[in-house]
């Protein structure tokens, strides 16, 4: 099959389009025929080989998510049968490929209303957002929540899933981002190259946060006592959690069929709508990477694996 793989860790210019054996289905598994792949910043960030313990193993196929057709399943599969359209998610990689063989709790029926581009674009974003928001978050209605990163992949369907919630939504973005965001139900944008949120909103229930950096240290002190500060990124200040009276915490992602199955009843009662930004042939993940690293893009890239 043809994939596209790294065999010495660093940027986009490591990436190979090339040959591969094709995978199997182990007992639990289902090889899926890959007709879209979802391009993410963690992709570029393992392949980097900066994450020592978390690196991994050469020759490594990029590519956590993903929409196709069922090919074959393994020992003990029930519900979903040969030619069945799924999307879901494989780790630590290997959707950018032809074909990919993933657990069987971690894919879904895809959403009918969508594309195979389209739907690849949301079982890692969404389910992160998700995740984000409402396991580790707790967001509830009434609430007030500040998204940075919203116009991002993951904050474009948390701006549409805190909205769909009933928070009040605010979002840090550019000017240029402000009518996609209330497009998407943010009800107020601060502008992060002219001001400074904390200048523009305090005592907030919840801060997510997809940034980082200085971007995380800042956000502890605009959350309420009692309220809380969720990260993607790296592991917040428990001193300054401690100092604030707030709880916060970073998490990863953790694939979920029950996850992916809310977010397609979303999707098809029209309450959710994944945005594809740019979309380029599998032999081109390379410009995918440097457009998605040097350009302001708001929603998903995706990658046409196979038609």
């Known amino acids: 099959m043809k994939t596209v793989r790294i065999h010495e860790y660093g940027g986009a210019e490591r990436l190979q389009y090339e040959d591969a054996p094709q995978p199997e289905a182990g007992a639990?598994?289902?090889l899926v025929r890959v007709r879209a792949a979802s391009v993410n910043p963690v992709d570029y960030k393992l392949a980097s080989g900066a994450?020592?313990?978390?690196?991994?193993?050469?020759?490594?196929?990029p590519g956590g998510d993903f929409a196709g057709i069922i090919d074959s399943v393994g020992e003990d599969i029930e519900g979903l049968e040969i030619g069945a359209e799924v999307?879901?998610?494989?780790?630590?990689?290997?959707?950018?490929?032809?074909?990919?063989a993933t657990?069987?709790?971690?894919?879904?029926?895809?959403?009918?209303?969508l594309s195979f581009v389209e739907a690849a674009s949301v079982p890692l974003a969404a389910q992160t957002a998700w995740q984000g928001l409402f396991d580790h978050g707790q967001l509830e209605k009434g609430q007030r929540v500040l998204i940075h990163g919203a116009p991002g992949g993951v904050g474009t369907f948390a701006v549409q899933?805190?909205?769909?919630?009933?928070?009040?939504?605010?979002?840090?973005?550019?000017?240029?981002?402000?009518?996609y965001l209330r497009s998407l139900g943010v009800d107020q944008l601060i502008d992060y190259k002219q001001t400074k949120f904390e200048d523009k909103v305090s005592d907030l229930d919840l801060v997510f946060d997809l940034i980082g950096?200085?971007?995380?240290?800042?956000?502890?002190?605009?959350?309420?006592r009692g309220g809380t500060l969720i990260t993607t990124v790296q592991e917040?200040?428990?001193?300054?959690?401690?100092?604030?009276?707030?709880?916060?915490?970073?998490?990863?992602m953790q694939p979920s069929c029950r996850n992916l199955e809310h977010l397609t009843r979303l999707i098809e009662e029209g309450v959710l709508k994944?945005?594809?930004?740019?979309?380029?042939?599998?032999?081109?993940?390379?410009?995918?990477?440097?457009?998605?690293?040097?350009?302001?893009?708001?929603?998903?890239?995706?990658?046409e694996v196979s038609r």
């Not at 899933?161 to 009518?179: C, I, P, R, Y």
């Not at 917040?236 to 990863?252: C, D, L, N, Q, T």
């Not at 945005?275 to 599998?282: D, I, S, W």
């Open 213 to 224: 950096g200085e971007t995380l240290e800042r956000s502890c002190g605009v959350v309420k």
């Open 103 to 113: 657990k069987l709790e971690w894919v879904a029926a895809k959403p009918p209303s």
């Open 28 to 30: 639990g598994e289902v």
């Open 51 to 61: 994450y020592r313990k978390g690196s991994p193993p050469l020759p490594w196929t």
């Open 236 to 252: 917040p200040s428990a001193e300054k959690a401690a100092e604030r009276g707030i709880r916060a915490e970073v998490y990863m």
């Open 161 to 179: 899933l805190a909205h769909w919630k009933g928070a009040e939504v605010t979002a840090t973005g550019s000017v240029q981002d402000e009518e």
């Open 87 to 100: 999307y879901g998610d494989c780790r630590p990689g290997g959707g950018y490929a032809e074909f990919v």
């Open 274 to 303: 994944p945005v594809v930004a740019a979309t380029y042939p599998l032999e081109q993940a390379a410009e995918a990477w440097r457009h998605l690293q040097g350009q302001h893009t708001q929603g998903k890239i995706v990658l």
